[in-house]
């Protein structure tokens, strides 16, 4: 290729960098796509690889395969080290200095504990396939140990699994961890009874799911209680230990602790020398762009920006699908010479989140649906969404499996601890 | 339930141990089966997961969801780390001390290196799913090693896969690999040519599959060497580091090692401080009771027994779960007071291995089969005994999705070292 095309360097192969890429499918650029892992992970499904009923496979897509065809992109497994804004360079450690022209940072963002890093071994988050395994493993050995266990305080404290945070995620966790202990495992085991077993939803705030309409937030919390759960709402965690956590309305032992509670973005604003806000995302131009660097792009959950109504965008799949279609053209329009005066507009489609076997709530414009009907939209959506046939095909048949027969396929305990 | 049930303790769910329950499953013994993994593995298919064809689930099931329905049998998860034959106590770690009445020690076998343990952390063999998982992360991250390496040698060195041994699993492997390089990966990379890979199958002896016909060994040896492997025979390993392989006919540079060339038996001697063969294995009755221990049973990898013809019974599938089938039957019968003077009777039905698409071999008796027949004989095989109707629907799908496609749907690098 001659040497003179433009070079566009996408960090992140997320929802936000895939689409960036994608919208440069047809441009002149030379892209590289830098990942420190080899695939996409679809993050919306990690909880059911959490909860045994998925395998990673199922939600995860090798990157270089997604873009297989699109013969202007090379994919290459590095983590970013820094950033040479003046040299316009970036440092990645396993392949050396890339230079760019143009530079998209989605780089998502990590859970947080907020200050309280110390607890992360003990509460586990999840935002990537070996969190999910880790989460699952975690679950499949307490019921394990449960089973060994010959005191009865210590079987509880085995049996009692805290999800910390009520949005979709801890929502989500709470409605399959109950699936498993109430259906699947129910007649696994011959000394304890799976069907005991306490699963504990803890939300600072008043309400479960605080982006969505309040009467949806309570159909969560009643259904979910029905299935077992017991929702813990205006509670605060204060400490975090390996036999449980401590919150302002009492102790609670359990083995199995869940982090969903919140996020940080990751280090692009640090590698940028950049004003962050308090979650450290980078504070961004109407256009995406760096203030004071034209040429770096920020998308996705580590981009702080508002909305029209100055509400700041969320970190969902589809905002940083937006943003990434948006600095792509926004590139391809630049290369051409074109100068682009249309800021980032990003459109809210809706929300949804699922409770468990057959009750999802959506939230979508005007359209508000709950139970079955829910469900059955919150399923078809996040098959349509899954990238690769394969993987939806395997999908749509694995739900389709335990929906009839309550099971769950991915029962794996995988690197156990030595002598658990 | 009364305390005068005799207690059967069973150690390992592979194909012996669980035959072994299964035919308990009408007596009325209360049976322990006690496994330091949650799943039972179809080893037979786990060359599938080390080459990114299959997800670990697809080839485990839990223990104890086998074993749901058999209400007399509780599954354990614990490790053993001794016998006291006397007392008739078996000590393990998690799950402390177990009396038993009868046991049965189905404990299989490892890899093993003929004194060589140095070697093992450069050349992986392929016994359970962590290392299946191992092995794909070595050969997936060599790939992507070499699309940002500058130097040649070192690209040339990371684009070259050694496989030692040339039974099953080492033809199956090397196979499966070539299939990776030579169409899966091919229009992936940029800057590598994946066609251009070296993919080496060493074996000591003069031919592959020995325990096959010689007419059958030269038509794998033809069918491989097609596929871009180079197979070399009478070839033996004198030593290996990080970098490759020394041999008896030179040096080989080599970022992926894999260990396919001999198994070691687990330690059941030793807790029985009974006598071994080479290999490790416990030499046993013809009712495989080990000598002076009339209630202590032994069968599967893990025993030394020879057949009606003198020649020793193979470590396959089918002789362990014969051997299981026997020794359960033969507790029934001791329970209710019978004595059984039939000694156990090895049966050999035959052995097939797969080269890769459209190609295998098998050999049942008289029956020959090679190619596709043998190919399509082996899937359906492969199939009709892996346990879970639904891991049978995901596997065959999955077949014919990779078969049509030329892909393989679990390309997934878990846990990368840091900065590769």
């Known amino acids: 290729m001659p040497m003179d095309r433009p070079k566009v360097v996408i960090v992140g192969a997320g929802f936000g960098g895939l689409s960036a890429a994608q919208a440069l499918r047809r441009s002149d650029a030379d892209i590289t796509v830098i990942d420190r892992q080899n695939h996409h992970c679809f993050q919306p499904l990690l909880y059911q690889v959490a909860t045994a009923a998925l395998s990673p496979a199922d939600v995860a897509w090798p990157i270089r395969h997604i873009l297989r065809s699109q013969r202007n992109a090379t994919v290459l497994m590095a983590e970013v080290t820094g950033i040479d804004a003046e040299k316009k360079v970036l440092h990645t450690g396993a392949a050396g200095d890339i230079p760019y022209d143009y530079l998209v940072l989605a780089t998502g963002a990590m859970h947080s504990y907020f200050g309280h890093d110390a607890w992360a071994p003990f509460a586990p988050g999840l935002k990537r396939i070996e969190d999910a395994t880790r989460i699952r493993r975690s679950i499949l050995i307490a019921f394990e140990r449960a089973e060994i ?128 806000d308090r979650a450290g995302r980078v504070k961004i131009n109407p256009d995406l762009s760096v203030p004071g660097h034209p040429d770096i792009h920020v998308i996705g959950d580590t981009a702080a920006i508002s909305d029209a109504a100055g509400k700041l965008v969320p970190g969902i799949a589809p905002a940083a699908k937006q943003m990434g279609h948006y600095v792509g053209k926004l590139i391809v329009a630049r290369m051409a010479g074109r100068r682009v005066d249309t800021p980032f507009r990003y459109m809210h489609l809706g929300e949804l989140a699922t409770i468990g076997r057959r009750a999802a709530v959506v939230k979508f414009g005007r359209l508000e649906l709950r139970g079955f009907i829910g469900w059955l939209f919150w399923s078809l959506a996040h098959i349509y969404f899954l990238i690769g046939l394969r993987n939806r095909f395997i999908v749509a048949f694995t739900w389709f499996w335990d929906y009839l027969t309550f099971q769950r396929g991915a029962r794996l305990i995988t690197n156990p601890p030595r002598e658990m």
Chains 1, 2 share one sequence.
């Open 149 to 276: 266990a010959t005191d009865r305080d210590e079987q509880r404290r085995l049996l009692t699994f805290v999800i910390v945070g009520g949005g979709a995620t801890g929502v989500e966790m709470a409605g399959a961890i109950a699936e498993v202990a109430g259906q699947t495992l129910a007649a696994d085991f011959r000394r304890i009874d799976p069907r005991s077993s306490h699963i504990i939803l803890i939300e600072a705030g008043p309400r479960l799911l605080p982006s969505f309409p309040p009467e949806l937030s309570d159909y969560v919390r009643t259904t979910l209680t029905q299935a077992g759960v017991e929702v813990k709402t205006d509670t605060m965690v204060t400490a975090c230990d390996a036999n449980g956590v401590d919150t302002n309305a009492g102790r609670i032992d359990a083995a199995t602790v869940i982090w969903a509670a919140g996020v940080t973005a990751s280090p692009a604003a640090q590698w940028l020398h950049a004003e962050a």
